[in-house]
């Protein structure tokens, strides 16, 4: 008899939804978590190609955590393609204007930069307030140690 190790296809995957709650969390951190839930790496059918991992909805996301200066020095930074179309805001700004975003990048440069990193960038849901429209999913609650 052969002994070999399955690999996951992305049918075998049972998506569960998970909430995480952002008051206080440090962003990084969160991000990393967030990250490895999304891509899987929890599962013991963890397969690098295959979509093994779970929907995460990310909750106040206005209330996050930046260690040290990064409130202030931190950029984000993106380009229109026209000449001087380099625009930059700050990670204060942001997070006063669309404090969903930040959890959002910090979270897609954690993920593969392929057609599978963008799938996985979709199954994430972030919300500035408490509130969210996922109820019927019945999301379990997910630590942030």
Do not use: C
């Not at 013991?44 to 909805?57: C, I, L, W």
């Not at 202030?72 to 990670?91: C, D």
């Not at 440069?109 to 849901?125: A, D, S, T």
Request: aromatic share 6%.
């Amino acid at each position: 008899m052969k002994k070999y190790t399955p690999s996951a296809k992305d049918s075998d995957n049972q998506d569960k939804w998970f909430i995480v709650d952002a008051e206080g969390a440090v962003l990084g951190r969160l991000a990393s978590v967030v990250a490895a839930r999304l891509r899987g790496k929890h599962n013991p059918m963890y397969t690098p190609h295959a979509d093994t991992g779970d929907s995460v909805v990310v909750i106040n996301a206005d209330k996050i955590v930046l260690t040290g200066r990064k409130i202030e020095q931190k950029m984000y930074h993106r380009h229109s393609g026209f000449i001087g179309g380099l625009k930059s805001i700050s990670a204060g700004k942001l997070l006063e204007k669309r404090p969903e975003d930040l959890i959002r990048f910090a979270v897609k440069g954690m993920l593969p930069k392929n057609r599978l990193g963008r799938k996985l960038n979709k199954k994430l849901k972030v919300y500035a307030g408490n509130a969210h429209p996922h109820d019927a999913q019945r999301p379990e609650e997910l630590k942030i140690a």
